[in-house]
């Protein structure tokens, strides 16, 4: 059986295939699309469809899912970007998928490098440090908030039995800001740490001894091998993981509701609100249409920037 | 490992897709025994009546079970009832119907059917109503609507004032009648350094301010709307009654345990009972966790509505709940349902599961001897006294947001789910906004949705 | 500096580092654990350590709800929609990377808009389009868009280890006489296992934890699945934080003993090259 070994070269992806030419050809496109097919309608049926509905009712004005739609083209666009509250949910977004982001990859990496060092329990720190991820986001949310409680959660209950007064978790503006960010950062930080520990994993052993033949010390070979290796992973965990916390509904609904008043309120959760509060459909699929589009508009930025995968 | 011992017969094109196809098959057949088959598939002869119920009391639930296999023996009808979480009233009923699959049988709140009969969603109720007697339910509790009743009462859930009355003896205090006696009781009763408090009151975005902290507003004599649905809340006359209430709820929030924007239903319901707070805005759900949780409490505690700023009337806040029918191919078989239902008393029944809380809206549920000799009932017959006095308006306003502008409207439901309200509160306790501009910024939301019908 | 004296600093910044990472991540669900079996007095009163025990909290939300049904369906369900998904996905992945047609990274791109629409918007118009082929309120409804959002993941990371998979092993498959089916489910697979079964374990997760297609396509109390049970809990009057935690911790105990059980493979299979760019 053969074993799969990693080469003593650093991570590079698997060589381009030759085409294969001649009868077989055809018959393996057919396999191919085949093996495409049932994807593909899933996709199509369960998730295309849907989002074109929801972009479509963006161009009337209901306010139920039981009224009766009026044609208003853009109107509800220009509403939406006309309304400050719109921009102020925005930069919300940018500023938590900003902080988020950037706290994910300090500590995900700084936890990488340390569960890559040599230790006895290695293996059990490192599915330790992975279990927050594979908590469902419900039970992440009560979680904190049994432990954000103002008055019997663990953590006031010890900032108090210390002299400092508890403070309001989810109903003063910087608390709020405080808990979104930091139980968001608990949450998905080892999906970060795994993935720089697997690509850590992947450097050799022996570059690491020839560099240190040569007289290179450890921050030197942080800097010229560790780094260049993270660097590739870095780009795609940042875009990822940015696109994912400027669209993150569930755990900022959850936790603060957006609140107090408007002060943690993000695009999702504006759209959210105006779907299913504010009576207001057409305005909410615009907002999360628009959310769509400067996603979409940013991820094709980032392929411009970093073509990946078109060689393989 | 490999098998190179197979035919090159395998290889060829037309047993590739034969084998792709077999995977299918045997694929798609576990998955369809794993899920079970359409629904259509079986489609029974008999109606099958769909009952949504956002009430999840477990006795409640066990009841309605129980009811639906007596009704299944008698009347030989399916009935099927589907339990939702309070929270996602509104987002499963609207989809539901959008989806073509409407409720039968609706037990959910008031404002909530206006918006619907509003959409032509709803059967009809006056006939039923006329039967049992139009005199028979108390001050408000019916709404009617395009000229006809929607929805059928079975429980005023006043939100009054729970309080101690032991404590109350201990310090000498009184049933405080006007705002300023109010701060005095509170203050009295306030000991933040032993973890108790004067009372616990919401404040925050949601339904348990809009029902459990608006009794302050209407005591003042607060309204949204004249009669022709101008907002008048920001009017020469009503501004500063709000105004007046909105200072005063800063005062008293400082009674409460800190965080008053979090205080959720969970706080005002265990604070209590836990000792906690020498007062809680709730109703008779309260009792039961008082029974349920620290019996010792059931002699020590009393009930009392909001005082009024200068003496003078009192109130309470009306947060009603009933049952709809739908408007749907079985509305037939519902009604036949419905009457089976009132017919065989098991209305009582139903309110009897959470006694102390579902307070009748009819007069003659009162005089019911199966109502009246129920065990907490009796024990708790003082309490009782005093909720039936809150249906006398010479002494108590019943106010709601419900009751603004001159009859029901889809406006209400409006008030509610924007929270223009708790936002008022909100921007007040976080001082972001001064009581009068809150007051403004409120009038100029309510403006933007209000329509006139 | 002396180098023993470096040594020993450095085992105990090392030290430290480590016990401070456990607790960051395990402190929370070890307070949820021992929050859902305290009796009811010392939740208000906490202590760190686990105190007097009680199982009232468990006993209230068994009652409460119907705990057993809710995790039969959502083990079906997640069970069912890690399978079709694998099971759609595997295909696609091998196609990505080894056949040459037109438009698949455009597609693969596409289905990361999945992730990119609230996701009660979308549940909406499913929702409606299932009412009308008659399959709402079934599992089969639940496991077909559970499929949608675990797909995008799922071709993502099957991708990676197809990637990483040298040619040459296949290739000599083929000149043995193995067709591509054969050398996808005799080859590549067993080897690729480890790896697979991390593929396993984050398609379990993200259908175990859907709230919102639950909450709109199920309407029977027997199909319901176990986050939408907790947010029934959070509803009901009677439910306090002990029996919160404790309804958490129950939803939580299979997915942290497959975790467990598979976090060997898991550890194994993310070094075998998920993670390329």
Redesign the interface.
């Known amino acids: 059986m053969v074993t799969l070994r990693r080469s003593a070269t650093l991570a590079t992806p698997a060589p381009v295939q030759p085409v294969r030419v001649g009868p077989l050809e055809r018959r393996e496109r057919k396999l191919f699309l085949a093996f495409l097919t049932p994807g593909a309608l899933l996709a199509i049926g369960a998730l295309f469809i849907p989002v074109f509905y929801a972009i479509q009712l963006s161009f009337y004005h209901t306010e139920s899912f039981i009224d009766t739609p009026e044609f208003v083209g853009l109107g509800n666009y220009v509403r939406i970007f006309t309304d400050p509250r719109y921009w102020e949910a925005f930069w919300h977004g940018l500023f938590y998928a900003g902080t988020t982001v950037f706290l994910q990859v300090v500590i995900g990496i700084a936890i990488a490098l340390l569960l890559h060092q040599e230790f006895r329990g290695r293996n059990w720190l490192r599915s330790a440090a992975l279990a927050p991820y594979i908590l469902p986001t419900v039970v992440v949310v009560y979680i904190w908030k049994w432990l954000l409680n103002l008055n019997h959660g663990l953590i006031n209950v010890g900032l108090e039995s210390i002299g400092i007064t508890p403070i309001a978790w989810f109903s003063s503006v910087v608390g709020a800001w405080f808990s979104i960010i930091f139980v968001s950062v608990w949450y998905w930080t080892p999906f970060v740490t795994i993935t720089f520990l697997a690509a850590l994993q992947s450097i050799s052993d022996d570059l690491y001894d020839a560099a240190a033949v040569d007289g290179a010390n450890s921050w030197q070979r942080l800097l010229h091998i560790t780094l260049p290796v993270l660097k590739p992973v870095l780009v795609v965990i940042i875009m990822l993981r940015t696109i994912f916390m400027f669209n993150k509904f569930d755990i900022v609904w959850l936790l603060t509701s957006g609140g107090p008043l408007t002060s943690t309120e993000h695009l999702p959760i504006l759209a959210y609100q105006k779907t299913f509060d504010m009576f207001d459909i057409g305005g909410g699929t615009a907002v999360a249409t628009s959310i769509f589009l400067f996603l979409t508009l940013l991820i094709w930025l980032y392929f411009r920037l970093f073509p990946i995968e078109e060689m393989d | 490992?490999?098998?190179?011992q197979s035919s090159?017969a395998?290889?060829t094109?037309m047993s590739?897709r034969r084998?792709?196809r077999t995977l299918g098959a045997a694929?798609g057949a576990t998955?369809?025994s794993?899920?079970?088959l359409?629904?259509?598939i079986h489609a029974a002869k008999a109606p099958t009546i769909r009952i949504f119920n956002n009430e999840?009391?477990?006795d409640t639930i066990a009841f309605l079970k129980k009811m639906a296999t007596d009704y299944k023996a008698e009347a030989g009808a399916t009935v099927?009832?589907?339990?939702?979480?309070?929270?996602?009233t509104?987002?499963?009923l609207?989809?539901?119907?959008?989806?073509?699959?409407p409720y039968d049988f609706i037990i959910y709140w008031t404002n909530l059917a206006i918006?619907?009969a509003e959409?032509g969603?709803l059967a009809p109720l006056g006939e039923i109503i006329k039967e049992v007697g139009v005199d028979d339910f108390g001050p408000r509790a019916l709404r009617k609507f395009k000229d006809d009743y929607w929805i059928y009462p079975y429980d005023y859930n006043f939100n009054y004032l729970l309080y101690r009355k032991d404590w109350f003896a201990e310090k000498g205090l009184a049933v405080p009648n006007d705002w300023n006696e109010f701060l005095e009781v509170c203050k009295a009763l306030n000991d933040p350094k032993n973890?108790q408090y004067a009372l616990t009151l919401p404040f925050?975005?949601g339904v348990h301010t809009n029902w459990g902290n608006t009794a302050f507003l209407w005591a003042a004599g607060v309204e949204f709307y004249d009669d022709e649905w101008n907002v008048i809340l920001d009017s020469p006359d009503i501004k500063p009654r709000v105004v007046k209430t909105l200072e005063f709820l800063e005062k008293v929030s400082q009674y409460t345990?800190?965080?008053?924007?979090?205080t959720s239903?969970?706080d005002m319901?265990?604070n209590f009972s836990?000792g906690?707070s020498a007062m809680t805005s709730y109703t008779g759900?309260a009792i039961h966790?008082i029974e349920?949780?620290n019996p010792e409490l059931a002699d020590k505690y009393a009930i009392m509505s909001y005082p009024g700023p200068d003496g003078g009337k009192r109130a309470v806040t009306y947060g009603d709940d009933g049952f709809s029918i739908g408007k749907t191919s079985n509305t037939e078989a519902t009604v036949d349902f419905f009457k089976w239902f009132l017919s065989t008393e098991r209305l009582i029944d139903y309110q009897l599961t959470v006694a102390l809380h579902y307070q009748p809206p009819q007069y003659s549920t009162y005089k019911n001897e199966k109502w009246r000799s129920n065990p907490l009932i009796q024990k708790h017959w003082e309490t009782i006294e005093v909720m039936m006095d809150f249906m006398n308006t010479d002494k108590t306003l019943v106010g709601s947001i419900d009751f603004q502008g001159p009859q029901a409207s889809p406006n209400h439901a409006?008030i509610m789910?924007?929270?223009v309200i708790p936002?008022m509160y909100?921007?007040v306790l976080?001082k972001?906004m001064t009581p009068s501009q809150a007051v403004d910024a409120a009038a100029k939301e309510i403006r933007e949705?209000t329509t006139r019908s | 500096m002396n180098p023993t004296i470096w040594t020993w600093l450095r085992r105990g910044i090392l030290g430290i580092l480590i016990v401070g990472v456990t607790i960051y991540s395990l402190f929370p669900m070890y307070w949820m654990v021992i929050s859902g079996i305290r009796e009811e007095r010392w939740l208000f009163d906490p202590l760190l350590f686990p105190g007097p025990y009680s199982w009232q909290s468990v006993k209230t939300i068994l009652s409460l709800t119907d705990f057993p049904t809710y995790y039969l369906n959502s083990i079906i369900t997640a069970v069912a929609t890690t399978i079709l998904t694998l099971v759609v996905v595997t295909p696609m992945a091998y196609a990505l990377v080894r056949s040459r047609l037109p438009g698949m990274m455009l597609m693969v791109r596409a289905m990361l808009f999945a992730y990119m629409f609230p996701a009660l918007l979308l549940a909406i118009p499913v929702y409606i389009f299932l009412v009308k082929i008659g399959l709402d309120d079934t599992r089969l409804s639940l496991i077909l868009t559970h499929s949608t959002f675990t797909m995008p993941l799922g071709v993502w990371l099957m991708w990676g280890f197809f990637k990483n998979f040298p040619f040459e092993v296949e290739e000599s498959a083929f000149i043995d006489g193995c067709s591509r089916i054969k050398a996808i489910y005799r080859i590549i697979m067993p080897l690729t296992l480890p790896g697979m079964l991390t593929v396993v374990l984050f398609l379990f997760i993200l259908s175990w934890s859907d709230f919102v297609f639950s909450l709109i396509l199920i309407t029977s109390d027997e199909l319901k699945t176990l986050p939408y049970g907790l947010a029934s809990i959070d509803d009901a009057y009677d439910a306090n934080w002990g029996e919160l935690m404790a309804g958490s911790t129950m939803i939580c105990m299979p997915l942290l003993l497959l975790f467990a059980f598979l976090s060997k493979y898991f550890i194994r299979g993310l070094s075998m090259g998920a993670v390329k760019s």
């Open positions: 490992m490999s098998d190179h090159p395998l290889y094109p590739r084998l792709l694929g998955l369809l794993a899920t079970g359409p629904r259509q999840t009391d477990p099927k009832i589907e339990t939702v979480p309070v929270m996602q509104v987002t499963k609207t989809t539901s119907i959008k989806a073509g699959k918006q619907l959409e969603q973890k925050g975005n345990p800190p965080g008053p924007l979090e239903l969970k319901l265990i836990n906690t759900r966790t349920d949780r409006r789910t924007s929270n936002k909100s921007q976080l972001k949705f």
